[in-house]
């Protein structure tokens, strides 16, 4: 079993940035994936980015390439977020999400609970 915990959501206006963390607890392997995805009122849950624990590639949705930056820290089982130029748009609960496989759909095994973030224009 894998535990994810979020934290570091906030208000913050357009044009500013954001980091947020994700402490994973459990039985996490340096090949396992870490993601980030979120869910805007009256969305779906959308993917974000993701890489591995042990780093490699890097996936980023087209929304965020250039602004957001995942990071991971495989000693300490940390993954984070780094968001910059943020927008309106970006307001959504963010996930952590950890998986044996890396993949751009919601198909990911292991949640956190989410934390809020929301970007006043």
């Known amino acids: 079993q894998v535990q994810l915990v979020e934290s570091g959501g906030g208000l913050v206006q357009a044009g500013g940035s954001l980091r947020l963390s994700c402490a994973a607890s459990?039985?996490?392997?340096?090949?396992?994936?870490v993601g980030w995805f979120r869910q805007a009122p009256g969305k779906e849950r959308e993917f974000v980015v993701a890489?591995?624990?042990?780093?490699?590639?890097?996936y980023y949705a087209d929304s965020v390439k250039g602004r957001f930056t995942i990071s991971t820290d495989n000693v300490k089982n940390m993954a984070y977020l780094q968001m910059s130029t943020l927008k309106p748009e970006d307001t959504a609960v963010y996930y952590c999400?950890?998986?044996?496989?890396?993949?751009?759909?919601?198909?990911?095994?292991?949640w956190g609970q989410g934390t809020q973030v929301t970007v006043s224009s």
């Open positions: 459990g039985r996490i392997f340096n090949n396992y994936a």
């Open positions: 890489t591995r624990w042990s780093g490699g590639n890097t």
């Open positions: 999400a950890a998986n044996s496989v890396l993949r751009t759909t919601t198909q990911w095994n292991y």
